[in-house]
Nanobody, 128 residues
Framework: QFQPVESGGGLAQPGDTLTLSCVVP????????IGWVRQAPGKEREGVAC????????YYADSVKGRFTVSRDVAKNTVWLQMDNLRPKDTGVYYC?????????????????????WGKGTLVNVSS
């Protein structure tokens, strides 16, 4: 059991770029998919992006395709989510999620296996 540690949130204006970071224990990226999930107040959680153990970014939500990019550096045990051209609708708490092979990189959210680990979240607030 472990907890990913995400950071990099903050205030941004529409059109800005923010990059979030997620640090996981050494070796995690070889065996776990790493996803980004966001939740706005009063809204359902939404899968944003996911990168598989192979290093392939195999999931992006339709709402962020072309604007967000997920990447990783295995040696640094770090996954990033670069968010370009931010919009107010991107506002929410962003969570880094690690999951053993399951649904995370298929639908953007963890499955029901119980083998998923969540960070505490970092707030992204996009407003003018």
């Amino acid at each position: 059991q472990f907890q990913p540690v995400e950071s990099g949130g903050g205030l941004a204006q529409p059109g800005d770029t923010l990059t979030l970071s997620c640090v996981v224990p050494g070796g995690t990226l070889d065996y776990y998919a790493i996803g980004w999930v966001r939740q706005a107040p009063g809204k359902e959680r939404e899968g944003v992006a996911c990168i598989a153990p192979s290093g392939t970014a195999s999931y992006y939500a339709d709402s962020v395709k072309g604007r967000f990019t997920v990447s990783r550096d295995v040696a640094k045990n770090t996954v990033w989510l670069q968010m370009d051209n931010l919009r107010p609708k991107d506002t929410g708490v962003y969570y880094c999620v690690a999951e053993a092979e399951g649904m995370l990189c298929v639908i953007g959210l963890p499955g029901l296996s119980g083998k998923d680990y969540w960070g505490k979240g970092t707030l992204v607030n996009v407003s003018s």
